[in-house]
């Protein structure tokens, strides 16, 4: 599927690029006959075209040279374009149909590396190393053919000449393949350090790490350095094996030539230098079909590598797509675990009713963002029910299901796109709806001082927490879904703008609200419906603040220590 996307509507300009190349081989022929054809006349040799006759056939040729290249310079390029711009359109397009659970179980470094450093690798050892491999093997073939045209005694002496080398290059070369391949894991695991050593910048300085995490990228650095350093070496060896062997083809089949001319006549003087011409289309060809043979063995692997993650950590999903949501979220005897060893939800249960709003509190590790992850149907390896109103979740479609759900996270990921780019998240709404996000999430203040068009920077770099948290939620507004849920979204603000925050979303009307918050502000939680207090992976208290403050448990407890 993937190698399918460099050709795809982009057959003709790779036809008329290759018959260009394979022309132009022709023509290169072309004029070492019409070199051997004036030595001829030169040496006084019958049989030869007129000196005029072959200056027409110049002309020709160099008439034919220039239409070549204007036809290689509109083709070539415009396919290379084409085709490696569909093929990361379409492994993007891959990445972007995964769900959430597969996507987290692989490293995106995987996916940086496949599409920038190994996309460079494909262009140029298959894309562009494909009309080099093409022209070669025509030149290798009609020099060949014209050899046993003039010569079959002395091209059969070329061919044992340059056979034995050939093969023992395409043998070398096996060993590109490997070296490209081992290039490319360390440019993967390069590219993990570099996200990990810029992404937790802040930590390395409060936590004076900088030798440290300046070790480990030197380490990482030299290893990537070092497999680049065998695969160059690998090159220039594969390289100099086809060069000696064609330049001991062109000397023997030059003497053999020259031996046969002075002996017994058989060849004339412009056919021995035709030979010796039509042997430099025969070196370049030895020297370099083995090692584009190599290079293009290499980048397919390249390419089976970034095949095998796409459709690695695939994980089947149901096809029901739910036409409304009347009733609510039903939990019945839900567990999960992360993974086998220990259970992080026991035997959950709950009814979560549309246009209500519920708080979800408890210690950290209770499973609190477990349970908004398994109703975005992160992941299906839990046992038990989930149900949207009589639809079991299972057989919901990923799709189906973020057409009714959105979700507000703590850490909010903002482009480096203006203010209503990041709130239409680049689609097209109407001008009501999208101030209307705006009043809602309270962003209007933002909006006046630095305008829609306000960038905000790499990640929301130039906006405070609180607006990049109201953008999140302007976001979720924008979409009109019937469920919006918030994952500790105030976690990192102060106690004012998270109370602006909690209220914002609490003030909307005719949604269902699940918050997960670790603020525990009585004249916040009282405006809930109702309340879940979680712990230990149980859902072990639920009711209203007023309810929950009356019977002096686990709530109780919570909130009276965070006071």
């Known amino acids: ?34 070199t051997q054809q004036l030595i001829d006349i030169i040496s006084g040799v019958s049989g030869t075209e007129g000196l005029n006759a072959l200056a027409g056939d110049a002309v020709l040729v160099i008439l034919l040279i220039m239409l070549i290249k204007f036809t290689e310079c509109h083709t070539a390029p415009a396919f290379i374009q084409q085709a490696t711009e569909q093929y990361k359109n379409f ?23 496949a599409l920038s450093n190994d996309m460079s690798s494909i262009e140029a050892n298959y894309l562009e190393a494909q009309f080099s491999l093409i022209s070669n093997i025509s030149m290798f073939i009609g020099a060949f053919a014209m050899m046993l045209v ?70 990482s650095n030299q290893k990537l350095e070092n497999e680049k350093c065998q695969k160059r070496k690998i090159s220039v060896i594969i390289g100099m ?55 293009k063995s290499a980048a397919l692997g390249l390419i089976n590598k970034l095949a095998i993650a796409l459709n690695s950590h695939v994980k089947e999903k149901g096809k029901l797509r739910l036409p409304a949501l009347s009733q609510g979220i039903l939990i019945k005897n839900v567990s999960f675990s992360y993974n086998s060893c220990e259970e992080v939800l026991h035997n959950v249960c709950f009814d979560f009713e549309v246009g209500k709003t519920y708080a979800i509190v408890g210690a950290s590790g209770s499973g609190k963002s477990t349970l908004l992850k398994l109703l975005m149907a992160s992941y299906d390896n839990y046992t038990g029910t989930i149900f949207f109103d009589a639809n079991n979740l299972r057989n919901i479609s990923c799709d189906s299901i973020f057409d ?3 979700i507000v996270q703590q850490n909010v990921f903002i482009f480096n796109a203006s203010v209503v780019e990041n709130i239409t998240m680049f689609n097209q709404f109407s001008e009501d709806k999208v101030n209307r996000a705006i009043k809602l999430a309270g962003l209007s203040d933002l909006i006046a001082k630095k305008g829609m068009d306000y960038l905000c920077g790499e990640n929301g770099n130039a906006l405070s927490g609180g607006e990049r948290q109201r953008i999140s939620i302007a976001r979720s507004l924008l979409r009109e879904t019937p469920i919006l849920l918030a994952d500790e979204i105030t976690a ?72």
């Not at 190698?3 to 290169?28: D, E, G, H, P, W």
């Not at 397009?93 to 996507?103: A, T």
Request: hydrophobic share 50%.
């Open 241 to 295: 094996v086809g060069a000696i062997a064609g330049v001991a083809a062109q000397l023997g089949v030059f003497i053999v030539g020259a031996y046969l001319a002075l002996s017994d006549g058989t060849i004339t003087p412009g056919t021995v230098i035709l030979f010796v011409n039509l042997m430099n289309y025969v070196i370049i060809p030895i020297a370099q079909i083995p090692q584009d043979l190599a290079t």
């Open 150 to 219: 003039y010569s079959p005694l002395l091209t059969a002496i070329a061919i044992a000449f340059s056979i034995l080398p050939v093969i023992a290059s395409v043998f070398a070369g096996n060993k590109l393949k490997h070296a490209e391949k081992r290039v490319s894991d360390q440019n993967e695991a390069f590219t993990a350090t570099v996200k990990d050593c810029l992404g937790g910048f802040s930590i390395i300085k409060s936590f004076k790490a900088e030798k440290t995490i300046l070790k480990t990228f030197r380490a």
């Open 1 to 34: 599927m993937l190698l399918s996307q460099f050709y795809k509507k982009n057959k003709f300009r790779f036809c008329v690029a290759i018959f260009s190349t394979i022309l132009m081989s022709s023509v290169s022929l072309m004029i070492s006959w019409i």
């Open 91 to 113: 492994a993007f397009e891959k990445i972007l149909q995964k769900n959430i659970s597969s996507f987290q179980d692989e490293a995106t470094a995987t996916y940086i590396s």
């Open 492 to 563: 990192s603000l102060d106690k004012e703008t998270a109370t602006q925050i909690i209220n914002s979303i609490l003030e909307l009307e005719n949604l269902l609200r699940i918050v997960i918050t670790h603020t525990l502000d009585e004249n916040v939680l009282k405006k809930f419906d109702e309340i879940l207090v979680m712990k230990n992976g149980r859902i072990v208290e639920n009711g209203t603040f007023n309810e929950l403050m009356a019977c002096k448990q686990y709530f109780y407890s919570l909130y009276t220590v965070s006071q």
């Open 404 to 406: 009714f759900i959105s």
